[in-house]
Every structure is written in C-alpha cells, then in structure tokens.
C-alpha cells in the first residue's frame, strides 16, 4: 500500500518569499491533515479537509497561509509571504474518515522548511 | 484547552535496559490517548492507543495503560533494541482533534 507523499522533501527560501508544499493521502482516504512541527514541539494542526471541505482552520494564519484540496484529492499548502518563524517541518497525513479516536492517522515523511 | 505534558527528553539508554516515557494529559471528556513514534527520516506512525479508562495499548513490545485517576498515559518497554531509538510522541484525540506533546527522544546505545 502506498503511504502520504510529500514534495519537496526540504525547501530553502528567504524571508517574504513563497513557498508551496504539495501532499498526495493514501488513496481512498477521504480526510487530510497540514500539521506544522516547529523544532523542539509537537504537531499542531494547521487545517483538516474533509474530501473538499473545509473542516477545521482554526489555527491557519490566513493572512499569509493558504490550503486547497480542489479535487478531494492531493493537497498544497502555500504561504505567501513567508517569514523567518515559519520554519519548521509540514506534515501531510490522511485518514478514512476522520473520527480520529477511532481510526489512526497515516503520516507522510514532511517537507523541512527553512526561512533565511 | 486539551493538551499532553511529556517527559523532557533526550533520554539516552543502553540495549536491554527499561524504559519509561512519563506522559500526562488535560482534557474534557472522554478522549483517546495514542503514542506515536518517528524513526529518523520517516513520517510518524501510530504504535499504541486507548481508548478508555483502564484499556492498555499494546505493540512491538510497548504498553501503556489510560490511567483516568492520574490522567496519564505512561509508555513503558521492559528491554529496550537500538532499533527503537526514536522520537516518541504522546497524543490526545479531543473534539475530533489530535493534541500533540513535545515528543522524547530516545537514543538507545548498544
């Protein structure tokens, strides 16, 4: 079975510029996750998308972050523009449904984000 | 709010040794607890849930056990490889929401 897949695997950018992350879920998942790691934390969800909607972002920075998921499908996550303490490691993972104390969450490897 | 209090790491053990990873919660309701662990390089995966008062998770040799009383989620393994050195993540899923802690590296040396 094949797992999330996240690209790129590492992005250098400077500060005010952009950067997109893009995030293929498990086929038939019809939930996805952005999670950003800030080094030294745990994930904290950024936005949930159920198939194409909108199911949570409440802790989105919207003035500079943006999700899509137009197809139900694969994800990109942009952020535009960036600035230095967006740095940290973006997350993609998927589930079935989406009750996330019945089901487990499948992870893709992350794109490491560094702002100079 | 939810949110999961780990054990700050690093913590640095030798192979065969006893590991416990202390890990404490605040939530309302009734939620799940999991650890999820990151191999270097790799995305998390999920190692062990419950998901009631009493119920023990259980895999690859770890357990923990939803300790309502102490609102807590111990992982614990009784001998340690080198191959479970890793990042350890304790979570809480609340209001349909997976609550992260910190994460605790483990190093286990041969």
């Known amino acids: 079975e094949a797992g999330v897949a996240q690209s790129p695997r590492y992005k250098i950018i400077e500060k005010r510029q952009s950067v997109a992350f893009w995030c293929n879920p498990i086929?038939?998942?019809?939930?996805l996750y952005w999670y950003q790691q800030i080094l030294g934390q745990g994930p904290k969800l950024l936005i949930q998308?159920?198939?194409?909607?909108?199911?949570?972002d409440s802790q989105l920075p919207k003035d500079r972050f943006s999700a899509e998921r137009l197809k139900g499908v694969d994800s990109t996550l942009k952020i535009q523009p960036a600035k230095l303490e967006d740095s940290a490691v973006y997350l993609c993972?998927?589930?079935?449904?989406?009750?996330?104390?019945?089901?487990?969450?499948?992870f893709g490897s992350g794109t490491q984000l560094s702002v100079l | 709010g939810d949110s999961v209090t780990q054990m700050e790491g690093p913590v640095t053990l030798s192979e065969e040794a006893f590991l416990t990873i202390n890990c404490t919660y605040t939530?309302?309701?009734?939620?799940?607890l999991f650890w999820y662990v990151q191999y270097p390089g790799e995305g998390l995966q999920l190692l062990l849930k419950?998901?009631?008062?009493?119920d023990k998770g259980s895999n690859k040799g770890f357990e923990a056990t939803y300790r309502k009383e102490t609102t807590s989620f111990h992982l614990e393994k009784g001998s340690v490889q080198v191959s479970d050195s890793a990042v350890y993540f304790c979570?809480?899923?609340?209001?349909?929401?997976?609550?992260f802690g910190k994460g605790t590296k483990l190093t286990v040396n041969p």
């Open positions: 993972a998927s589930s079935f449904f989406g009750t996330v104390n019945d089901e487990k969450l499948f």
């Open positions: 998308f159920q198939n194409n909607g909108v199911v949570d």
């Open positions: 419950a998901t009631k008062a009493d």
């Open positions: 939530a309302t309701g009734y939620p799940s």
């Open positions: 979570a809480l899923g609340g209001s349909e929401k997976l609550v």
């Open positions: 086929s038939g998942h019809a939930t």
